[in-house]
């Protein structure tokens, strides 16, 4: 391992144990813990948009050329995206309009890079034990973006820039 990646390796986990010690310390600032997020993702169009997402992602992974992409990476990384895309984009949008604070969007970042690369890097030294050198970010985190903008659909009528994540703690999923 060369000293780059042995630096990148404890900087991500250092960051990634930072915002879970936030989130466990601050649960109730995080709207993705509650049922209503849940019952946000499980709507009939987005189920099926997301079962095809992950079947994509996982079954495509091998052909890909990569040779450390398998299913099981394929798989995890594709259920991590789906389910955590949405709150991720949201809290982003929150943070730009100034109704989400800074931890916030620090443990929004950490959980966008665990699902688009760290969670990779880990399972490639985990199985090989070797860590991978950074990469592909952009295409990763345009997939990001676009599950967590298709995750925002269907909340107001008309508009993409609704999600469950915009609304307050008082305002409930109509």
Known sequence: MTIFQKYYTALWMMAF????GIFLFDRRAFNFTRREYLRFLFKLWKVVTIILAILFVTLIGPYS??????????????VLTCFTAPWVMGTFYQ???RRASLKQVYVAFCVWMFSVSWFFDLYI?????????????????CHLSSIGVLGCCGIWTGSLSGGYFFLSQREKIG
């Open 125 to 141: 030294y985990i199985s090989a034990m070797v860590i991978t050198r950074p990469f592909g970010y952009r295409i990763l985190c």
């Open 17 to 20: 144990l930072g915002a879970l």
């Open 65 to 78: 050329g990569d040779y450390t992409w398998d299913y099981t990476d394929g798989f995890i990384m594709s």
């Open 95 to 97: 943070f730009r309009t």
